[in-house]
């Protein structure tokens, strides 16, 4: 396993490295604490009297152990590159001291979307498809059917691993949507950095439309428990944020069939666009039964697309622009049958 480029470190760099090291490894250890203490929470749940009002914590438990869960994931996985790969070479270095404006860019983006502007961005700019909850239409489909695909009563870890596969799946065509001419505007967004960074994972477009087909649909045709969702999501999380990493890395026969590596997510945001792009999916089975698995990855491709974009710190023009194309797109087919009908009456 190595960086992506030849490191160029200082013994300087390796303090710095390791202080951070020591820094994050703090936090951890703090995180996992807070992990424990909601997890007892969860275990004996309790109701908690406050100015007369009566809070059940039983029922704050649930996105309590999932935010701290996923607060425990980044700070391990830029510990692990940092380690990994030096200061020089680390995400870390690149948000800090190292940067570019793809990667102010990056760390605006991550900052907003954990302030929630994104989520509430997300709602108004899909005209409200992203509150489409799974649940919801597991019931419709319930009430239509007669069916009901419920397997919260199995053991947490067959729930886990089932609602993983049908994710996983869900995940990958909302992938390939993403790639075709009519999404293309907003999932470009994503693809625009220039350089891989871990929090580059979240830099979504907050109109991702196709985000419902990972969201709603997996709960939609299989119900599991709250805490299923947490574990598989919190697998995934972790997963997308290391496939953004700065490792060169191909998790050899795992990465082959299972778990997308960041070696072949670098080749799927490949800037040369002139091949069909492959390694849509993060379970790479996907990818082989839906003929877009590609053999021997080349190790270093320069990323990106050829559409030019602003970056840096201001993100809302970059943001603005890609919404507008993607609206454009679908009014292109109308007002190109006004124009044929327009010149046909002349
Ligand atoms: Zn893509
Ligand atoms: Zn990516």
Redesign the pocket.
Known sequence: MTAIDAPNTTVQDHRRAASISALLAGYLLTAAYGVILVDRLCAAPQTLGLFGLSLHLGRLHIPALAATRVLLVIPAILTAELCLVGWRQSSLYRLTAGGDASSRTDLAYFVCVHLQAMGRLNELLTLGVALISGLWLHQALRNLTGLDLSIAAWPLAAQVGVFALIYSFCDYWSHRLDHTALFWPLHRY??AATEFCVI??ARVHPAIFTAVLINAAPIALIAVSPEAVIDAGLYFTALRFL??SRLDADFGWLGRWLIQSPRR?RL??IRDMSQPIAHYSLAPIWDRLFGTWREDPDHVVEIGVATPYRHGTWIGPDLWRDYCEFWRGIAAPAVRLLRRRRAGLA
């Open positions: 994503h693809h580059n994972s496939i953004h997510h799927h945001h």
